[in-house]
């Protein structure tokens, strides 16, 4: 869906986006892979890193990670504590309440407008998947009356257990939890 208050480069490069996988999508046959890991050097970045391994990208896992990140957004949007719990894993690292806190304070500082992503790059391995994504979103805060535009990168990794994905571990700008 798109908003007239997005950017038109975030518009373009999610069109962009699209057509590209769109385009790929026609050259391959189910499950061959079509992107590759992230980069080691981004990999490195948190102590806590949760190596899912280099697993290339497979076509069926960018929809799925698309409707985890939708799902954790939807979980926000509407936000209660006790809801939200729901979506983040009980092994979340580095630290659960940590992060929970954050992301209540950050709900209740201001009028969440529109928020909008697009997935990046999609690794998934054994009961693991990152998915990286790009995203805008505009933001009332209750400090002042003017909206905020933000923009930024974040990589959200997905833990499988009991046929449940969870939110496991954030990396990048977290639009959570961010402004």
Not at 37 to 56: C, F, L, M, N, Y
Not at 116 to 134: E, I, L, P, Y
Not at 153 to 162: D, I, K
Request: proline share 5%; net charge neutral; no cysteine.
């Amino acid at each position: 869906m798109s908003s007239p208050n997005l950017s038109a480069s975030f518009r373009a490069r999610a069109l962009l986006a699209l057509v590209l996988v769109t385009a790929m999508g026609a050259w391959s046959a189910p499950g061959f892979a079509m992107g590759t890991a992230p980069e080691k050097s981004r990999q490195a970045k948190a102590d806590t890193h949760v190596d899912i391994g280099d697993a290339p990208e497979v076509a069926g896992d960018r929809g799925l990670a698309r409707e985890l990140v939708a799902h954790v957004f939807d979980a926000y949007q509407g936000y209660t504590r006790e809801s939200f719990d729901g979506v983040v894993s009980p092994a979340f690292v580095p630290m659960r309440s940590e992060f929970m806190n954050a992301v209540e304070n950050r709900f209740y500082a201001g009028n969440l407008l529109d928020l909008q992503f697009f997935v990046d790059t999609v690794t998934s391995g054994g009961d693991k998947m990152a998915v990286r994504f790009d995203w805008e979103k505009r933001t009332a805060p209750r400090s002042s009356g003017g909206p905020v535009l933000s923009r930024g990168s974040a990589e959200y990794v997905f833990r499988n257990r009991g046929d449940v994905w969870r939110l496991y571990e954030v990396r990048g700008d977290d639009p959570l939890t961010r402004n």
